[in-house]
């Protein structure tokens, strides 16, 4: 069954340090996202990106939150300038038409 | 706004029970609505998506219904086993089939043998 792969699972880094969160959604998925999920709290949503920009972000990904998508196959989640904040478990998801295929999510650690 | 809640938050059965699950959600006008299972410090599994036009859909000894009029669905589990023990979590799209989710916050199972 196809899956959505993130790399790497667990990321360590300092505070005020440039992340770059990597996924490769399923290859005939149209929609992508990315949420998160800080530790005993809700899975929140942060950005969705369809046909190569963003079709809605949240309150959350402010100017310090990007994304990509640099070629047919990855997504990018990039982080400026990481605060303590941040620490959390990152998700990707894509879909086609219906329903949503999470990948197993990059644990990011700010110290 | 849609909201979604999920009570209890954490649930403790012996093995061989059947058990519900309940997701509650305030915009009726949903179009799907998904299950989710979350194991500690992992990914999210899909384990059922109900589309609004379904009632129910199954998988094995999983079975989710959906009735829209109440803003509620279910998660049936059949003769549940310790290998169940995980968060489940509901979720529905604010809008359209693709729009953001809104997550609920997640029934920790506990199955004990």
């Known amino acids: 069954e196809p899956e959505v792969t993130q790399t790497p699972s667990h990321q360590v880094t300092q505070m005020g340090q440039e992340v770059i969160l990597h996924c490769v959604p399923i290859?005939?998925?149209?929609?992508f996202y990315w949420y998160r999920q800080i530790l005993g709290q809700k899975v929140e949503f942060l950005v969705s990106?369809?046909?190569?920009?963003?079709?809605?972000k949240s309150e959350i990904f402010d100017d310090q939150f990007s994304v990509e998508r640099p070629d047919g196959s990855n997504f990018t989640l990039k982080i400026r300038s990481t605060k303590l904040e941040d620490s959390a478990m990152y998700f990707c998801?894509?879909?086609?038409?219906?329903?949503?295929?999470f990948g197993s999510g990059t644990r990011l650690t700010v110290v | 706004k849609q909201e979604v809640t999920q009570i209890p938050a954490a649930l403790s059965v012996p093995e061989g029970e059947n058990l519900v699950l309940n997701c509650s959600f305030t915009?009726?006008?949903?179009?799907?609505l998904q299950w989710f299972r979350q194991d500690p410090g992992k990914g999210l599994t899909s384990l059922l998506l109900?589309?609004?036009?379904?009632r129910e859909q199954t998988s094995g000894r999983l079975n989710a219904s959906l009735d829209k009029s109440s803003g509620r669905s279910t998660l049936y589990i059949a003769a549940s086993q310790p290998g169940d023990s995980a968060t489940y979590l509901c979720?529905?799209?604010?809008?359209?089939?693709?729009?953001?989710?809104?997550f609920g916050q997640g029934t920790t199972l506990q199955v004990k043998p």
């Open positions: 990106f369809y046909n190569n920009e963003i079709s809605e």
């Open positions: 979720a529905a799209p604010i809008s359209g089939n693709t729009g953001k989710l809104i």
């Open positions: 109900i589309q609004s036009s379904q």
């Open positions: 290859s005939n998925h149209l929609y």
């Open positions: 998801a894509s879909s086609f038409v219906y329903g949503y295929t």
């Open positions: 915009d009726s006008a949903i179009y799907n």
